[in-house]
T-cell receptor, first 117, second 111 residues
């Protein structure tokens, strides 16, 4: 159990266009999902916390107007990178929280590799 | 000081070796602790949660020392397939289920 899917797995787009990435929890409901970004040889950086039915909470330095997050249901969150630029090229990974016996555990999607040309 | 610190490695060990990774965390309010593994160009996968009493899962043993704010992961009888980056992860109750990741320790197991 606790499977998270992400779509697309990779995307190449031109500078100035927008890209939407979907994150789904397949066999559980997730009130909270998270969006991360990871540059080569660096650790995961949390971008935002996505809460079902409410606005996302963004980490310091992350532009909310550029990275639009929508968490319309308990199994789906989307991240839209608007007006993408080459510096937005990265590995974007979502995760969904599942409450186990004593703590929440996060399960990650397979990631989306974005290349902006 | 980083919230979660790990030796980046790489640890280069032969098959069958026992290897230990350490991790320290700075926030004493940290409540939950995990080890994740991440393969190159893949997503992190939960390896094990770390409990106060210590826990074991097959060849993997995790320990937590709250007084020293220190977490460890021991891998016995290393396999080639254990080669990956091991991420130390903590959670503070005050941050909900938001996780803080260490930068990871790279392990390379050679034949």
């Amino acid at each position: 159990g606790a499977v998270v899917s992400q779509h697309p797995s990779w995307v190449i787009c031109k500078s100035g266009t927008s890209v939407k990435i979907e994150c789904r929890s397949l066999d559980f409901q997730a009130t909270t999902m998270f969006w991360y970004r990871q540059f080569p040889k660096q650790s995961l950086m949390l971008m935002a916390t996505s809460n079902e039915g409410s606005k996302a909470t963004y980490e310091q330095g992350v532009e909310k107007d550029k990275f639009l997050i929508n968490h319309a249901s308990l199994t789906l969150s989307t991240l839209t990178v608007t007006s993408a630029h080459p510096e937005d090229s990265s590995f974007y990974i979502c995760s969904a929280s599942l409450l186990r016996t004593t703590a929440y555990e996060q399960y990650f999607g397979p990631g989306t590799r974005l290349t902006v040309t | 000081r980083k919230e979660v610190e790990q030796d980046p490695g790489p640890f280069n060990v032969p098959e069958g070796a026992t290897v230990a990774f350490n991790c320290t965390y700075s926030n004493s309010a940290s409540q939950s602790f995990f080890w994740y593994r991440q393969d190159c160009r893949k997503e992190p996968k939960l390896l094990m949660s770390v409990y106060s009493s210590g826990n074991e899962d097959g060849r993997f043993t995790a320990q937590l020392n709250r007084a020293s704010q220190y977490i460890s992961l021991l891998i016995r009888d290393s396999k080639l397939s254990d080669s990956a980056t091991y991420l130390c992860v903590v959670n503070k109750k005050s941050s909900g289920d938001k996780l803080t990741f260490g930068t990871g320790t790279r392990l390379a197991v050679r034949p």
